[in-house]
């Protein structure tokens, strides 16, 4: 996963909302800072350094950069905040100060996560093939649920209508995504250590490359260019969809995606079966009989938490 940075937005270390850096500098260009300025370079070039607080220039300088540079009604449009919070935080950007109180702005780099989930249906055949046989079937965004995934213009759409984009979440335990994913809690959620996942993906689909970026939730579409930040137009969502905390596996060959199909991996990468909380005994039953051979593979089973809206997992042990 290449180097990804936001600039965040928090109160008392609790995140309010955040921006990716890559809006940060269309934005700058668009106010007419150019290549000469060390900052936007930085911010281009090397973001995860000023996160890190591993480049000359200090996280202070750089927020002070953007705060002299982007008019706060401009960005506000890209952030999704409520609206008080909106403005506790926009008086802070105007007055030029990183910290007020309990509120304070920062870089932060966006980790690869140790382990991505695949929410599905309970389809015994495709069941099969992913779990027993290793094959992991990759959609197109034409099978996408969101008509503007992929398709912030009509080129972009027509350059990935085809192009394998694996879909996966890192909340194990997200009624939303039981609910619009998994069969209205009745199917299953797959977890997969991305490690060894994106590994086993390369090795074993040659001459492919699997890589894997977060999905970006803005407000607003972003001037993006197609031939300039490819893989960008493959992961700006719409903010209402935030909850899904998604992060995306590409299969590449040089700068060509592959297109959609099933591609092998290491079925020891599958790290977690869980079945939703309306999930029937037969359906546990299958999942864990295709899961017998792998001895580090955990099962897990969703129940509703009592008196609340939401649910909690429970390990089911091996006898």
Known sequence: MPPSVVLTFLCSDHVICSVPVFVLVLLAREQGVTEQSEFLNALDIAPDHIADNKAHLSQESCVTFLQETLQWGTLAKYLACPTYLLEIIGTLWSSGASTQ?????????????????????????????????????MPCPAMFNDPFDCSLDEPIRLTFIESAIGCF???????????????????LCVGFDTRQLLS??????????????????????????LDIQPALCATCKCDIWSYEQEFRVFM?????????GLFTFDRGAITEVICGC???????????SLTNDLPSCK?????QIPNQFGVQLHEIHKI
């Open 252 to 260: 590449a060959k040089g700068s060509s995606l592959a297109a959609s």
């Open 169 to 187: 979440s890192t909340k194990p335990d997200n009624v939303l995504m039981f609910s619009h994913y998994a069969d209205n809690h009745r199917g």
């Open 278 to 288: 309306q999930a029937t005994d037969d359906t546990v039953a299958a999942c864990k």
């Open 299 to 303: 099962h897990k089973k969703a129940f």
């Open 101 to 137: 109180g309990p509120f304070s702005i920062r870089f932060q780099r966006v980790t690869m996560p140790n382990t991505i989930y695949r929410f599905m249906r309970f389809h015994p055949d495709r069941i099969r093939a992913l779990i027993a046989e290793g094959k992991l079937f």
């Open 200 to 225: 086993s993906l390369t090795t074993m689909n040659t001459p492919l490359r699997a890589d894997v970026r977060p999905v970006w939730y803005l407000s607003k579409i972003p001037g993006l260019s």
